[in-house]
């Protein structure tokens, strides 16, 4: 079956402009997560859905990061008035079960790289 | 708080040898998960193995194998006779326990691993 999707999967974006990038998850699962990873580190965790409840985003950097996830399954993470410390790739990840701990294998999207000029 | 350090930027061995990843974690959790993921030139992340703090087994399975020491907060990850197929950089991660299952996953900063023919 297909992963998980991500587009799109290069954005270019001058300092101040706002960009949206989407993730589909996998079918069905009920976890979505975003991470961020910058150049020659590992993804950090920015935030969390359970369906449609936004459960964790103390990882956002700023309240100029915004997610959402309307219907439990299409994420849309947006990014208001660019910085360019905002380059990086973002990472969307899903898991089939989201009230188990331990038992939610992530399957990660191929990411987005964001570079902001 | 929670902290996975991978001491290893950069490893290169020839084709056939074996090679040891190694990953040290911190965290203050008596229940927590550890994984391994690939990140092949591609950019997706692929699941390699999760694997719980109180199952300290060793696991194999095909030429790779983990050595999980509680003793010393390590969870190496060992390839046998490696392939020119194993580069890739390799990310180690604990999970952090939050509510409803969320895993939300910390990473380390990963091992570029080169496999030269």
């Known amino acids: 079956g297909a992963g998980v999707s991500q587009s799109p999967r290069y954005k270019v974006a001058k300092r101040g402009q706002d960009v949206a990038l989407r993730c589909d998850p996998i079918s069905g699962h009920v976890s979505l997560f975003w991470y961020q990873q910058a150049l020659g580190q590992g993804p950090e965790f920015l935030t969390y859905?359970?369906?449609?409840?936004?459960?964790?985003k103390s990882g956002l950097p700023s309240d100029r990061f915004f997610a959402e996830r309307p219907e439990g399954s299409v994420s849309t993470l947006k990014i208001q008035r660019t910085q360019k410390e905002d380059s990086a790739v973002y990472l969307c990840?899903?898991?089939?079960?989201?009230?188990?701990?331990?038992?939610?294998?992530?399957?990660f999207g191929p990411g987005t790289r964001l570079t902001v000029t | 708080a929670q902290k996975v350090t991978q001491a290893q930027t950069e490893i290169s061995v020839v084709e056939k040898e074996d090679v040891t990843l190694d990953c040290v974690y911190e965290?203050?959790?008596?229940?927590?998960?550890l994984f391994w993921y690939k990140q092949p030139p591609s950019g997706e992340l692929v699941f390699l193995i999760r694997r719980n703090s109180f199952d300290e087994q060793n696991e194999i399975s095909g030429r790779y194998s983990w050595n999980f020491q509680k003793s010393t907060s390590s969870f190496n990850f060992t390839i046998t006779a490696s392939q020119v197929v194993d580069s890739a950089v390799y990310f180690c991660a604990l999970s952090e326990p939050v509510n409803f299952g969320n895993e939300k996953l910390t990473f380390g900063t990963g091992t570029r691993l080169t496999i030269i023919p």
């Open positions: 990840a899903s898991s089939l079960v989201g009230w188990n701990r331990g038992l939610g294998e992530q399957y």
């Open positions: 859905f359970q369906n449609e409840a936004q459960l964790d």
């Open positions: 965290t203050r959790d008596t229940t927590y998960y």
